[in-house]
C-alpha cells in the first residue's frame, strides 16, 4: 500500500521512494511471525532529467551518464536507485517451538538518487 | 489486499528470507526476555534513524545475524526427597539442533537454567548443579542414559534465579558430527547444612526445583553471506 503521499510541489515523475507497506497479516503471515506487523517494500522510481541531476541525491557519474546522454541518445539515460538502506530484524517461531531472530541487510529503502 | 493477488509468490519471498516454508505453529511460544529485548533496541533503533550494525548483538557482545532460542524438551529422570547423598533431581535437557541447517559461525551457545525465584529471606539449602553430555541415550525416557564428560559442576546457595553455560564447544560437535540433537544430563544436589536440616523439614527444595526448574540453549550464528564484513564496510 503506497501510504505517504509526494511531497507538494514535487515533480511525480522525477526521481524518488515510493513507499510500500506489506501487511503479514495479508499473507497469513501473522500466525508464526511475532514482530514486526509487516515490511516495508520501498522502491525507488523516476526520471532523472539532466537538468535536474544536481538536485535529485546524484552521484557524479550519474551527472555524466546524463550529460552524455544529452550528447548521444545511444548512451543510456541515468537511472533512479536506492542510495541509503536500512536492515531489518523479524522475530518467529517454527514448527520446533523456538523462537527465532533473524536479522536481514540492506532490505528497506530509505532514500532514492541518481 | 497484497495476500490475495495471484502475483505476489510468497514462497519466493519465504526462500528469499532463508524460511523452506511457512511455518504453522499450533501456538505461539513466550517471546524470551533477552530476544524481547534486543528486537526492541532495534525497532526503536530504526524508528530514531540510528544506523545499526546488526550483525553485532551487543545485547549478547558477539556477531550473529540469527538467534534462535531453542526450548528444553526433555524430560524429569525422577523426582525424589533428598536421599542421603542428597540428590533430588536428575533430568535429561533434549534441544533439536535439527533446525540449525546453514553454514553459519556459531558465535555463541549459551544454555540458560533458570532455577526458580532468587529467596533472600528464607535460606535455602545449598545446591551442587553437575551437567555432563549424554553419551547414549538407553531407552529414550525409560532408563538412565549412560553419561560422557563432566560439563560443569558447580555450586549455588539456594535457589539462585538463572545460571548460564557456555556450551559453545559442545554445540560446535554436535554440528561437527551433524548430530540432530544434544542431550545434556542435569543433576541438582541438595548439600546438607544445619539451614538445610532445618529447612527440609519445613519444605522439600526438590519440590519446588522441580516445579520451577526451565531450562533453554540460546545458540546464535553469523552467516557471512548475509553479513558484510564491517571493515568492508569501513
Same mark, same amino acid.
Not at chain 1, 513507499?19 to 516495508?40: E, R, S, T, Y
Not at chain 2, 549478547?60 to 524438551?73: S, T
Not at chain 2, 544454555?111 to 528464607?122: E, I
Given at each position: 500500500?503506497?501510504?505517504?503521499?509526494?511531497?507538494?510541489?514535487?515533480?511525480?515523475?522525477?526521481?524518488?521512494?515510493?513507499?510500500?507497506?506489506?501487511?503479514?497479516?495479508?499473507?497469513?503471515?501473522?500466525?508464526?511471525?511475532?514482530?514486526?506487523?509487516?515490511?516495508?517494500?520501498?522502491?525507488?522510481?523516476?526520471?532523472?532529467?539532466?537538468?535536474?541531476?544536481?538536485?535529485?541525491?546524484?552521484?557524479?557519474?550519474?551527472?555524466?551518464?546524463?550529460?552524455?546522454?544529452?550528447?548521444?541518445?545511444?548512451?543510456?539515460?541515468?537511472?533512479?536507485?536506492?542510495?541509503?538502506?536500512?536492515?531489518?530484524?523479524?522475530?518467529?517461531?517454527?514448527?520446533?517451538?523456538?523462537?527465532?531472530?533473524?536479522?536481514?541487510?540492506?532490505?528497506?529503502?530509505?532514500?532514492?538518487?541518481? | 489486499?497484497?495476500?490475495?493477488?495471484?502475483?505476489?509468490?510468497?514462497?519466493?519471498?519465504?526462500?528469499?528470507?532463508?524460511?523452506?516454508?511457512?511455518?504453522?505453529?499450533?501456538?505461539?511460544?513466550?517471546?524470551?526476555?533477552?530476544?524481547?529485548?534486543?528486537?526492541?533496541?532495534?525497532?526503536?533503533?530504526?524508528?530514531?534513524?540510528?544506523?545499526?550494525?546488526?550483525?553485532?548483538?551487543?545485547?549478547?557482545?558477539?556477531?550473529?545475524?540469527?538467534?534462535?532460542?531453542?526450548?528444553?524438551?526433555?524430560?524429569?529422570?525422577?523426582?525424589?526427597?533428598?536421599?542421603?547423598?542428597?540428590?533430588?533431581?536428575?533430568?535429561?535437557?533434549?534441544?533439536?539442533?535439527?533446525?540449525?541447517?546453514?553454514?553459519?559461525?556459531?558465535?555463541?551457545? $549459551? $544454555?540458560?537454567?533458570?532455577?526458580?525465584?532468587?529467596?533472600?529471606?528464607?535460606?535455602?539449602?545449598?545446591?551442587?548443579?553437575?551437567?555432563?553430555?549424554?553419551?547414549?541415550?538407553?531407552?529414550?525416557?525409560?532408563?538412565?542414559?549412560?553419561?560422557?564428560?563432566?560439563?560443569?559442576?558447580?555450586?549455588?546457595?539456594?535457589?539462585?534465579?538463572?545460571?548460564?553455560?557456555?556450551?559453545?564447544?559442545?554445540?560446535?560437535?554436535?554440528?561437527?558430527?551433524?548430530?540432530?540433537? $544434544?542431550?545434556?544430563?542435569?543433576?541438582?544436589?541438595?548439600?546438607?547444612?544445619?539451614?538445610?536440616?532445618?529447612?527440609?523439614?519445613?519444605?522439600?527444595?526438590?519440590?519446588?526445583?522441580?516445579?520451577?526448574?526451565?531450562?533453554?540453549?540460546?545458540?546464535?550464528?553469523?552467516?557471512?553471506?548475509?553479513?558484510?564484513?564491517?571493515?568492508?564496510?569501513?
Amino acid at each position: 500500500r503506497a501510504a505517504i503521499p509526494v511531497p507538494k510541489g514535487f515533480c511525480k515523475n522525477l526521481c524518488h521512494r515510493h513507499q510500500l507497506f506489506i501487511n503479514f497479516q495479508d499473507l497469513g503471515w501473522h500466525k508464526w511471525v511475532i514482530a514486526p506487523k509487516g515490511f516495508m517494500a520501498n522502491y525507488c522510481h523516476g526520471d532523472c532529467p539532466f537538468s535536474m541531476t544536481t538536485y535529485l541525491n546524484s552521484s557524479n557519474y550519474a551527472f555524466m551518464q546524463a550529460l552524455m546522454h544529452m550528447a548521444d541518445p545511444k548512451v543510456p539515460k541515468a537511472v533512479c536507485i536506492p542510495t541509503k538502506l536500512s536492515p531489518i530484524s523479524m522475530l518467529y517461531q517454527d514448527n520446533d517451538k523456538n523462537v527465532i531472530l533473524r536479522h536481514y541487510e540492506d532490505m528497506v529503502v530509505d532514500e532514492c538518487g541518481c | 489486499a497484497w495476500g490475495q493477488t495471484s502475483e505476489f509468490q510468497d514462497y519466493d519471498f519465504l526462500q528469499f528470507l532463508g524460511l523452506e516454508k511457512a511455518p504453522s505453529p499450533h501456538r505461539f511460544q513466550p517471546v524470551p526476555r533477552i530476544l524481547r529485548k534486543i528486537i526492541r533496541a532495534r525497532e526503536a533503533a530504526a524508528a530514531s534513524g540510528a544506523s545499526q550494525d546488526l550483525c553485532y548483538v551487543k545485547e549478547l557482545g558477539v556477531r550473529g545475524n540469527l538467534l534462535r532460542l531453542l526450548p528444553d524438551q526433555g524430560f524429569f529422570l525422577n523426582t525424589q526427597k533428598p536421599s542421603q547423598d542428597g540428590s533430588c533431581l536428575q533430568k535429561v535437557l533434549y534441544f533439536n539442533l535439527s533446525a540449525i541447517k546453514e553454514k553459519g559461525k556459531l558465535t555463541m551457545a $549459551l $544454555l540458560t537454567l533458570d532455577l526458580g525465584p532468587r529467596s533472600y529471606y528464607n535460606l535455602q539449602p545449598e545446591l551442587v548443579v553437575a551437567l555432563s553430555v549424554v553419551q547414549d541415550r538407553g531407552l529414550w525416557g525409560r532408563s538412565h542414559p549412560k553419561l560422557g564428560r563432566l560439563l560443569a559442576q558447580l555450586s549455588v546457595p539456594g535457589p539462585q534465579g538463572s545460571l548460564q553455560f557456555n556450551l559453545q564447544g559442545v554445540v560446535k560437535d554436535w554440528n561437527r558430527n551433524r548430530l540432530k540433537n $544434544l542431550d545434556l544430563y542435569l543433576q541438582i544436589l541438595v548439600k546438607e547444612d544445619r539451614y538445610s536440616r532445618v529447612n527440609v523439614q519445613l519444605e522439600n527444595p526438590c519440590d519446588r526445583l522441580i516445579g520451577s526448574l526451565h531450562a533453554s540453549l540460546l545458540v546464535v550464528t553469523l552467516n557471512p553471506k548475509h553479513c558484510h564484513s564491517s571493515s568492508r564496510k569501513r
